[in-house]
C-alpha cells in the first residue's frame, strides 16, 4: 500500500467489507477501491503485515465512502449586490412581460433592479437597508409565502432616486406596490412585510424634510373575523417610525376601499398614470401619530442655587414652554413655588407681563 493513499478506514454495519460481507475486523478504502480482510485470502494481492489480506475490490462491489451529510448554516455569506446584478442582466429581456402582469411600468421595475433567475424561472427582488446596501433577495412567486434567497435579512423596496424632491413618502408593502406607486411618480419605499423594517426605514427617512409627510399606506386586508393586519400593521409601523425619528408620521389605507396602490393603478390609472398621482393623494384620509414625549433632563446636576433663583428659572422655563408641543413636566419639590409660579403664568397669558430675567 501506498503511503501517500489516505488510511483505510474500519469496516461498519453501513459500510460491511465487500471481500467478506462482515460489518467488523476488516479495513476498507475511503474510495472503497481496496480492502484489507483478515478473513480471506482467496484472490488477495499480498499479505498485509497483520492486518489481513490486501484486496482489489471487484468494481461492482465498490461503495464510495459517503460524503459527509450537508450542514445548513446559519450565517451564510453571500454577496447580495454581486448576485442581484447578475439577476438583473436576466431580467431585462422579460421586464416588459412583467410590467404587464403587474400593471406597473417597466421604468419602475428596471429602477428596483427587478431581477429574474433561469433555475426555478422567478422574478426577484433586491431588498436593501437604510444605507441602500442590498441585504437580501426576494423571491416572487404567483403563490404561497414570501420567500428568500438563503442568507437573505429582510429589508426595504426601493431606488437608488426615490425621493424626486418634492410631496410625501409613501411607506407601503412590498415591492409590487412600490412599483404601482412609483409608476403613478410619487415617492415609495417598500416595506418587508405589514410590519418590520422600522429600523431600516428609520435610518433611511433621518434626513426627509420635518414639512413633507411620511404616510405609511397599509393593504385593505381585512379578514372576515375582523383581523386586519394591513391596517393594524400600518399603525404599528407609523408609531415605531414616528418615536425613532421624533416626528409625526401618518398612516392611510388606499382610496376607494381598493385593496392595494396597484390595485388602484390597475382600476383607475389608464394611459397616463402620473396624471392620476393627485387623485390617490387626494383619496388618502391621513391618519395622524404622534411621537410620544421625549423626557431630557436639562441639567444632571448644578451647583445648588437660591430658592429665588430657582423660581426665576422656574418661571422662564414654564413661559418658554408655552407655544411648543410635548408635555412640560416640573417635578419641582413641595414649597418651591409651582402654584405661585402657575399663578404668574396665567397672567403672563391674560397680557399682564411680566419681567423675564
Ligand atoms: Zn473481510
Redesign the pocket.
Known sequence: MDGSQPPMLPVNAQRR?P??G?PN??LLAPDGKT?I????AEGAIKRAGDAGWFHIVDPDRVIPLLAPAFKPQNTVKVDFQRLSDIRRERAEPRLHDLARNLGVSVDALRRLKVGYNDFDKTYTFPERDGQGKIIGILLRYRSGPKKRIRGSKSGLSYADAWDNGSGPVLLVEGPSDTAALMTLGCNAIGRPSNRGGYAHLADLLSGFPNDRNIIVLGDSDCKLDGFWPGKEGAIQTASEVSKRLERTVYWALPPDGVKDARAWLNEHGGDNPTSMRDCFMEGLRLQEITPPPVIRSFVPFQEPISLGTYRQEMLKRRLLSLDRPGIYLDRSMTGSGKSAIDYRVVLNLFGRTEEVA
Request: proline fraction near 9%; hydrophobic fraction near 25%; aromatic fraction near 10%.
Open positions: 467489507c471481500i467478506c462482515k475486523w476488516c480492502a480482510c483478515p478473513r480471506t
